[in-house]
């Protein structure tokens, strides 16, 4: 009997949001990612950010290092890991399963012009990349 890989539960918005602070920061304490949210979320407090980081490490998002005395959090999946397992989900449930039909979405309604001459420049550099390798 072969086991699949465990995948990474999936974060409410709200962990979301401290997930992202603390792939940027790195591990931190509770006070550290306080601080890094208090400026987007003035009312967001301490206790708040305890209790959600609590429960991040209860459902495996975080781990936590005891030997200090503030413990340390970090995420337990790194950011790709963890949004490519949101995004199959997406578009799985939202797309049928088609990549294609996600992107046409999102190059519909929310990507802005720059973005999609960033997007031309890498199918473009993707092509000659292949294209070369093809040369070999």
Avoid: C
Wanted: net charge positive.
């Amino acid at each position: 009997m072969t086991r699949k890989t465990a995948r990474p539960p999936k974060p409410t918005a709200a962990e979301l949001d401290l997930l992202r602070t603390i792939w940027r920061l790195g591990p931190s304490t509770v006070k550290d990612v306080h601080q890094a949210r208090l400026a987007e979320r003035p009312d967001l407090t301490y206790a708040t950010v305890l209790r959600l980081m609590q429960v991040m490490h209860g459902k495996g998002l975080l781990t936590r290092d005891e030997t200090q005395r503030s413990h340390v959090y970090a995420a337990a999946h790194a950011q790709d890991a963890l949004q490519t397992n949101l995004l199959s989900d997406l578009i799985q449930k939202a797309f049928s399963g088609s990549g294609k039909a996600l992107v046409m979405a999102a190059l519909n309604e929310h990507v802005s012009d720059k973005e999609r001459e960033e997007i031309r420049r890498f199918l473009k550099d993707d092509a000659d990349d292949r294209k070369g390798n093809r040369d070999d």
